[in-house]
């Protein structure tokens, strides 16, 4: 399961140390902020983590509400958000959860109760935005349709694929041809088991009597990887 990690954005820090020490008690992995562009920053660069994000109802330059906001637009990274509440602060968002100062015993089941529900809802996906929002600077329009081309094209030679892979006089070549080819796509959206898949044909690391199953691997870790695009995308292939 993957290990989530901890960035506090507090700039007040007799606040942030109290945290730092519950953290130390309780063997927390906490990275301490008091700016939260730097944060999503770390967030971005570190896409394939899971964060447990803390921010101060007084984060600058970007407030809790932001953060969130901006991290669902980006769809690559799996972060939770949790606002920290100030007690003569009433400008708060209810849209987030919220978790009140002083740190003490409270927040420790709190913090550790989002642990487990971050480390159970935030697991690996499928496939990561993360190299097409870095080659389009995040350009919405070019994203789905690479997404759109993938889905279809690579679809079509998966069908392919399989077709040859089942077939009693199995062409091997043909076989490493396409995934030659489609290779790409599966690294284009970060998904590793596919690029792995795609690397054994080609490099022979798949056995010819078990080719079939390489390929038929290969199609499975596609269609997951749709079924995803299609929960995030439902109008997709409308366009």
């Known amino acids: 399961m993957p290990e989530t990690k901890i960035i506090l954005i507090e700039p007040n820090l007799k606040d942030a140390e109290d945290f730092l020490n519950i953290g130390k008690e309780n063997n927390w992995k906490v990275t301490h902020l008091t700016n939260s562009f730097k944060a999503l920053q770390i967030v971005k660069n570190e896409a394939d983590s899971n964060w447990l994000l803390l921010a101060s109802d007084f984060s600058e330059p970007l407030k809790p509400a932001q953060l969130k906001s901006y991290l669902n637009d980006i769809k690559t990274s799996r972060t939770h958000v949790i606002e920290i509440k100030t007690a003569n602060n009433e400008e708060l968002n ?13 927040t420790v089941e709190a913090i550790n109760y989002h642990l487990k529900v971050s480390a159970n809802l935030l697991k690996p ?7 097409l929002n ?50 790409p796509s599966f690294e284009m959206l970060i998904n590793h ?33 749709v079924t995803s695009i299609s929960k995030d995308y439902p109008n997709l292939l409308d366009a």
């Open 94 to 106: 209810s849209n987030i959860v919220q978790l009140s100062k002083p740190f003490n015993a409270t």
């Open 125 to 131: 996906q499928p496939y990561s935005l993360t190299y």
């Open 193 to 225: 088991t596919g690029k792995e898949l795609c690397q054994a044909i080609l490099n022979n690391g798949a056995p010819e009597d078990k080719m079939s199953s390489y390929v038929l691997a290969l199609k499975e870790e596609y269609k997951k990887i």
């Open 134 to 183: 870095e080659l389009s600077n995040n350009d919405e329009t070019f994203i789905k349709k690479i997404l759109k081309t993938f889905v279809l094209t690579v679809g079509e030679k998966m069908d392919e694929m399989e077709t040859l892979a089942v077939n009693a006089n199995t062409d091997i070549n043909a076989i490493k041809e396409i995934s030659h080819t489609v290779k």
